[in-house]
């Protein structure tokens, strides 16, 4: 790979330097989390059936406990389970979710279209085109500066072959992360299997 990573780790760490940090669950408002991590729950549930967490989701933006936006995220997700694998759809999904954000506008604006780029990563990624889900993730995190976002860098980084560079943004990174989140980047590399290479740079 011809990668410049010094680009990549200013692209980061300018970010990092700039203070503010969003919540790993910030891309969903406090309203609209429970119905949320409800979907999210049935979808990794033994008895996960498309249809019924497609109804489900329906119903909760039907009812107006869930915005547009996060309908389509939903439904996107679904489309991206193992149990379905329709990328296709889920392409066509992630384009109508940045049409829709685009069109509401608003404060929450940067926060939803972060959400679309990292979608696209996470399709990048499944279909191991690696280079295309690092540049997504990276935009997701000038979007929205979180561990969340940190991690798939990190996770496309490690899917390369790029495990020393993975190692070398996370050592300067951590620095410049508020304690609490740095906390919560180093949880998410003990539990993601996709980040297990680094689990060695973590405290123990």
């Known amino acids: 790979m011809n990668l410049n990573y010094e680009a990549l780790y200013d692209r980061i760490l300018h970010r990092v330097d700039q203070g503010a940090y969003l919540a790993w669950a910030d891309a969903v408002e406090a309203g609209q989390q429970a119905p949320m991590a409800e ?66 506008g608003g404060p929450r604006l940067q926060v939803h279209l972060a959400s679309v780029d990292r979608h696209r990563g996470a399709l990048a990624f499944l279909l191991k085109q690696y280079e295309v889900a690092l540049d997504y993730f990276s935009r997701a995190f000038e979007r929205q500066r979180s561990p969340g976002n940190l991690g798939n860098v990190l996770a496309a980084l490690i899917r390369l072959g790029d495990v020393s560079e993975a190692r070398e943004l996370l050592s300067r990174i951590q620095g410049g992360l508020q304690p609490e989140l ?16 680094l689990r060695m740079e973590l405290p123990s």
Request: proline residues 5%; aromatic residues 6%.
């Open 39 to 104: 979907i999210g729950a049935y979808i990794q549930s033994p008895g996960f059936r498309p249809q019924t967490a497609r109804q489900m989701a329906h119903e909760f933006h039907r009812a107006g406990r869930i915005d547009r936006v996060l309908y389509l995220s939903a439904l996107h997700v679904i489309a991206m389970s193992p149990a379905v694998s329709d990328y296709t759809e889920a392409a066509r999904l992630i384009a109508e979710k940045e049409l829709v954000a685009i069109q509401q």
């Open 182 to 197: 740095v906390s919560a980047l180093d949880e998410m590399i003990r539990i993601d299997p996709d980040l297990a290479l």
